[in-house]
């Protein structure tokens, strides 16, 4: 079994900046691409950032610049650093890896999710 733990959300004022992580552990083998998607209340879910093993990453055209995905193979975990946040960024944020076990099965997994909120 593969467990992604989520932590960082919160409430901060626009302008302000939050920093989420995203630590997998578990029958892990290796970690091909890991990311975070946000959901909205009465929105569809949407890709947020993204970052291959290699460090290679891909963002939202409503981040970009402000929003900056990285990762640490070694602790199996993800960050997403948020700055500029603006009330639109509110959203339940939810971390998932593409993961290898050691029986060689490839699966997605998903975080439970984190609450942002950006509000004065």
């Known amino acids: 079994q593969v467990q992604l733990v989520e932590s960082g959300g919160g409430l901060v004022q626009p302008g302000g900046s939050l920093r989420l992580s995203c630590a997998a552990s578990g029958s892990i083998f290796s970690i091909n691409d890991m990311g975070w998607d946000r959901q909205a209340p009465g929105k569809e879910r949407e890709l947020v950032a993204a970052i291959t093993s290699g460090g290679r990453t891909n963002y939202a055209d409503s981040v970009k610049g402000r929003f900056t995905i990285s990762r640490d193979n070694a602790k199996k975990t993800a960050y997403l650093q948020m700055n500029s946040l603006k009330p639109e960024d509110t959203a339940v944020y939810y971390c998932?890896?593409?993961?290898?076990?050691?029986?060689?099965?490839?699966?997605?997994?998903w975080g439970q999710g984190t609450q942002v909120t950006v509000s004065s």
């Open positions: 998932n890896a593409d993961v290898l076990d050691y029986t060689l099965r490839r699966k997605d997994y």
